[in-house]
């Protein structure tokens, strides 16, 4: 059969994949979801869910660095990657040899359609369809915030990062009714003291990843903005868009009714 990735390249599969390698964290534990633990062959360093079955499997270096000679000796039958999180030389590298399927995801529908792509690939599309049908039914219950909150996601500090318009993170915030107000910025904007004070923010929150905020670092902004609400985030639930939007509704309300509490 042949597939069209959400990149827009075709991908033709002979046979249902049984040697699989995944370069990107959240869609590897989807694979483990799906039940697909015997045929997943390879991860990156970077793949830590679910924790004790990724530690059998071999790792083939990080998202932006493939060690090349390990997924060849792996010889896998597919490679499942993201543009965003991969990086464009190395996944070039991996299509003149081997079927690479890639996602390209921005909103909580792409992420929901390359759920149901995977379990097609794979032929698990009972387990994928039935995982994506439970997750919109979970965001259909999540209530946010009225009126939104003018917010901002950082996502690294040294320098200050946030997070801009044309991500899964940004769409993700919309969900809670957070305003983003680097929204109009790059993807990722680099941003600077004073302008984080101009922007009269209510809510700062701060991401347990990539960049590990921790308690220290609230202080830090607190003096920047005294106004502003500020709390230390899962990374993974505003970001980790595979299985692990199952459980990013239920916590996502919290935090939204954390937040409403201390503004009031």
Same mark, same amino acid.
């Given at each position: 059969m042949t597939f069209t990735d959400q990149m827009g390249h075709q991908v033709t599969l002979l046979k249902s994949p049984q040697r699989i390698i995944s370069l990107v964290p959240s869609q590897t534990e989807l694979l483990f979801d799906l039940g697909l633990a015997d045929r997943i062959v390879g991860v990156t360093k970077f793949c830590i869910h679910p924790r004790e079955q990724v530690k059998q499997k071999t790792i083939i270096g990080g998202t932006k660095n493939f060690h090349l000679d390990k997924i060849d000796e792996l010889n896998p039958d597919l490679i499942i990657g993201n543009k965003e999180e991969n990086y464009q030389e190395g996944i070039e590298q991996l299509q003149l040899k081997y079927k690479v399927w890639m996602s390209d995801i921005y909103?909580?529908?792409?992420?929901?359609?390359?759920?149901?792509?995977?379990?097609?690939?794979?032929?698990?599309?009972?387990?994928?369809?039935?995982?994506?049908?439970?997750?919109?039914?979970?965001?259909?219950?999540?209530?946010?915030?009225?009126?939104?909150?003018?917010?901002?996601?950082?996502?690294?500090?040294?320098?200050?990062?946030?997070?801009?318009?044309?991500?899964?993170?940004?769409?993700? #915030? /919309?969900?809670?009714?957070? %305003?983003?107000?680097?929204?109009? !910025?790059?993807?990722?904007?680099?941003?600077?003291?004073?302008? *984080?004070?101009?922007?009269? #923010? /209510?809510?700062?929150?701060? %991401?347990?990843?990539?960049?590990? !905020?921790?308690?220290?670092?609230?202080?830090?902004?607190?003096? *920047?903005?005294?106004q502003a609400s500020i709390k230390i985030v899962d990374g993974e639930m505003f970001s980790w868009y595979g299985s692990r939007l199952l459980n990013a509704p239920a916590y996502l309300q919290q935090v939204i009714e954390e937040v409403l509490q201390e503004l009031s």
């Amino acid at each position: 059969m042949t597939f069209t990735d959400q990149m827009g390249h075709q991908v033709t599969l002979l046979k249902s994949p049984q040697r699989i390698i995944s370069l990107v964290p959240s869609q590897t534990e989807l694979l483990f979801d799906l039940g697909l633990a015997d045929r997943i062959v390879g991860v990156t360093k970077f793949c830590i869910h679910p924790r004790e079955q990724v530690k059998q499997k071999t790792i083939i270096g990080g998202t932006k660095n493939f060690h090349l000679d390990k997924i060849d000796e792996l010889n896998p039958d597919l490679i499942i990657g993201n543009k965003e999180e991969n990086y464009q030389e190395g996944i070039e590298q991996l299509q003149l040899k081997y079927k690479v399927w890639m996602s390209d995801i921005y909103t909580l529908d792409d992420a929901l359609e390359m759920i149901l792509q995977v379990g097609q690939l794979t032929g698990t599309e009972a387990k994928a369809t039935e995982l994506t049908q439970n997750i919109s039914s979970c965001f259909e219950l999540l209530r946010p915030a009225q009126p939104s909150i003018k917010t901002a996601y950082f996502i690294w500090r040294d320098p200050f990062m946030a997070v801009g318009k044309q991500n899964f993170i940004d769409h993700m #915030l /919309q969900q809670c009714g957070f %305003s983003n107000v680097f929204g109009n !910025f790059p993807r990722y904007p680099e941003i600077r003291p004073a302008q *984080l004070q101009e922007a009269d #923010l /209510q809510l700062i929150l701060l %991401s347990s990843e990539p960049y590990p !905020f921790k308690e220290k670092h609230v202080q830090e902004f607190r003096e *920047l903005c005294p106004q502003a609400s500020i709390k230390i985030v899962d990374g993974e639930m505003f970001s980790w868009y595979g299985s692990r939007l199952l459980n990013a509704p239920a916590y996502l309300q919290q935090v939204i009714e954390e937040v409403l509490q201390e503004l009031s």
